[in-house]
Every structure is written in C-alpha cells, then in structure tokens.
C-alpha cells in the first residue's frame, strides 16, 4: 500500500524557515517524481514544487521561485521542502504527491497535508 | 502560463443524477488532463488521468472526454460518497495548474 506522510508544519513568523518532510513507502521512491502541492484555507489547489525521479531536475511556481528548495534522498524514500523568507500568503496545507510516472504525468497518490501557518 | 477554468463553480444535484462538470484551458494541453476528487479534511484522489483513463479502483461512473482545450467529467449516476469538490489539472506545460475547482453538492 502506497503511503506518504507529511511533517515539519506549524506556525512561524514571517521571514521564518521552515523545512517539510514526506515519508515515502508502498513504491519504489527512487523511480517516481514527487510534487509539493499547498491549499490556503478555504481555497484550491496550488502547486508548488515538483522533482525528477533521480532528483535532477526541479521546478517551481513563481510564487516560491528563490525562497522554496525542493530536495530528495532517494536512500531514505524522503521528499523535503525547504520553506525560507516565509510570507503571510504562505500559510497552508501542504501536501506531498507521487507523480505516476518520472515527471509531469498526473499525481495518483497524496499525503494527508501538513498545515503551515506564518503570522507574528 | 496555462489558466484552467472550471464551471460551474456549485453544481446542485440530487442522488442518482447525472452531473457534468467542464474545464477549459487556456490553451492547448492535448490530453495532459487529469481529474481528482477532494473531501473536507482529505487529501485529493486521482480519478482521471489523460483525459479518460480512470484510475486504479475508480468507478466506471466516473468518465473523462475532450483533448486541446475542452474537458469534461461526467459521473453518470451520483451516489452519497460523490458529493465533493472536483479539480482538472494540466500537467503539459510547466508552471502545472489546477483549476479552481467545481463543488458538487446535494440538491
């Protein structure tokens, strides 16, 4: 059974850090991208980050462009989102998604979210 | 950037009907579609991908149509585990986008 379980939200105050984690198991990490995706309260889905199977290749929306850094240890079945300089406009549920193939091919299996809130 | 519009926004409808929800995108995405299904405190489940392809365990009621810019996910008798909110995704161009999503409530 593919499962993945996200962690490392909480509350931060703006221009705080944060770095997310999501445990991987059920598949063979190591040969599927992986994609952040977040929803702000009460919105739709944003998506945020996405890395290639071996890690080689990443992408992000302009809106986290230079502040967020996608990142995987494919030796401990792990996806990390490393959240810096963190705006009011940051405050989400952040959720991890295995792609269903080596990038961009749709997402078949999500986390549970981890929800990030930045206020002072 | 690829903008997806859904419609409608709340789509009203009573069980055992039929419900249609649509999803234009700004430009072509050929069949780079996908379709998921979101309930209140869950993660999103993939129902459709390449426009309409169901996903591992979805059931056949759910269907997927259209390619370029024009989608369609049509769910041909509602049940009571179907009222949710709906989201199409383009996964052809980078930066990927969403929709804004359709909330299929009960009448």
Partial sequence: ?120 | EIVMTQSPATLSVSPGERATLSCRASQSVSNNLAWYQQKPGQGPRLLIYGASTRATDIPARFSGSGSGTEFTLTISSLQSEDFAVYYCHQYNNWPLSFGGGTKVEIK
């Fill in chain 1, 1 to 120: 059974e593919v499962q993945l379980l996200e962690s490392g939200g909480g509350l931060v105050q703006p221009g705080g850090s944060l770095r997310l984690s999501c445990a991987a198991s059920g598949f063979t990490f190591s040969s599927y991208a992986m994609t952040w995706v977040r929803q702000a309260p009460g919105k739709g889905l944003e998506w945020v980050s996405s890395i290639s199977d071996r890690g080689g290749s990443t992408f992000y929306a302009d809106s986290v462009k230079g502040r967020f850094t996608i990142s995987r240890d494919n030796s401990k079945n792990t996806l990390y989102l490393q959240l810096n300089s963190l705006r009011a406009e940051d405050t989400a549920v952040y959720y991890c998604a295995k792609d269903r193939g080596i990038i961009a091919a749709g997402f078949d299996y999500w986390g549970q979210g981890t929800l990030v809130t930045v206020s002072s």
